[in-house]
């Protein structure tokens, strides 16, 4: 979401909420188990954060993080591009609050 702040602006942030939470969640299976959900939905569940989250942690606190690997992996592509949004979004937009370095104040009429 914040990728999608930096680079569309404020609705950004309405666009990634509104996937994550119309679609992340309920595909992901956190409830109950992800093999509960219909066949393709399973899979696709796992592949948002929440998802992949949710896979991360079940064998992380019962099982001493065996077969994480790839939960973690989705992670982490997640996180790549994310990253890589908010950066290049930053960089493209100049922040209109501050005035640039040996800018002259305006003055003040009154």
Not at 27 to 39: C, D, K, N, V, Y
Not at 80 to 92: N, Q
Request: charged residues 5%.
């Amino acid at each position: 979401m914040a990728g999608f702040a930096a680079l569309i602006g404020p609705p950004g942030v309405g666009l990634g909420a509104l996937v994550m939470v119309l679609l992340g969640n309920p595909f992901s299976g956190i409830t109950s188990a992800p093999e509960l959900l219909p066949r393709p939905v399973d899979t696709i569940g796992q592949l948002p954060p929440s998802g992949a989250g949710g896979s991360l942690l079940r064998p992380v606190a019962f099982f001493d993080g065996s077969a994480a690997g790839g939960a973690a992996l989705t992670l982490t592509v997640w996180v790549a591009p994310g990253l890589t949004a908010v950066l290049s979004g930053g960089r493209h937009r100049a922040p209109a609050a501050f005035p640039a370095p040996g800018t002259p104040e305006p003055a003040l009429v009154g």
